[in-house]
């Protein structure tokens, strides 16, 4: 069985352009969640979709980011205009409903500059 | 409110030495507990988790935590290291307040660093 996939690996861009990052959770999984890393500082919690609706969005930064789950599977971050603070890992993780362990995908690594 | 406190970012041990990564959390609910492992380059791996029970959990790769509530703590340990465990050690909890909400807190990581 497939794990949870994040693409791409990695990512630089420049301060004001727009980066797209995908998550494909795991098959049947209808809990998926964001988290990101920001240098070396603890990985917090952006959002959490359940199915295709957003079940708690409470962690989001700022309205630059935009997260979308069309159709309940596969999942995008959306970051523009990108800030230089925006680097750091964000890691997707997807669950089945009622469960508690969250399964991550790699990460992608984001370099604004 | 949930916060988890790892009260050390790095941890340097000798290969076949015991090892004790700290954790203590504050919840005003209760919490479940975890512990995740991210080896270079790859995405995070549960280690343990506690939901009830039995506060001594056991984990993959013989490491063992201890569920303290009086103290806030869940402690991970191994009797003995291999180099092969390596890696960023994370703690995190699930608050168990009401609503559906399951969103991980985490500590800021141990790195464990073990030497030949």
């Known amino acids: 069985e497939a794990g949870v996939t994040q693409f791409p690996s990695h990512s630089v861009i420049e301060k004001g352009q727009t980066v797209t990052l995908r998550c494909d959770p795991i098959?049947?999984?209808?809990?998926l969640y964001w988290y990101r890393r920001v240098m070396g500082k603890e990985i917090k919690f952006l959002l959490h979709?359940?199915?295709?609706?957003?079940?708690?969005e409470s962690g989001m930064p700022n309205n630059r980011f935009l997260a979308e789950r069309t159709g309940g599977t596969y999942s995008t971050l959306k970051v523009q205009p990108a800030e230089l603070e925006d680097s750091g890992v964000y890691f997707c993780?997807?669950?089945?409903?009622?469960?508690?362990?969250?399964?991550f995908g790699p990460g992608t690594r984001l370099t604004v500059l | 409110a949930q916060s988890v406190t790892q009260l050390d970012s790095q941890v340097p041990v000798f290969e076949e030495a015991p090892v004790e990564l700290r954790c203590n959390y504050s919840s005003s609910v209760s919490v479940y507990l975890f512990w995740y492992v991210q080896y270079p380059n790859q995405g995070l791996q549960l280690l343990l988790k506690?939901?009830?029970?039995?506060?001594l959990v056991k984990g993959i790769n013989g490491f063992e935590a201890e569920f303290n509530k009086s103290q806030t703590s869940f402690h991970l340990r191994k009797p003995s290291v291999h180099i092969s465990d390596t890696a960023e050690y994370f703690c995190a909890v699930i608050a168990l307040s009401s609503g559906s909400a399951r969103q991980l807190t985490f500590g800021s990581g141990t790195q464990l660093t073990v030497l030949p």
């Open positions: 506690y939901l009830s029970g039995s506060t």
């Open positions: 979709f359940v199915k295709e609706s957003k079940q708690d």
């Open positions: 098959s049947g999984h209808d809990n």
């Open positions: 993780a997807s669950s089945p409903l009622g469960y508690n362990e969250q399964f």
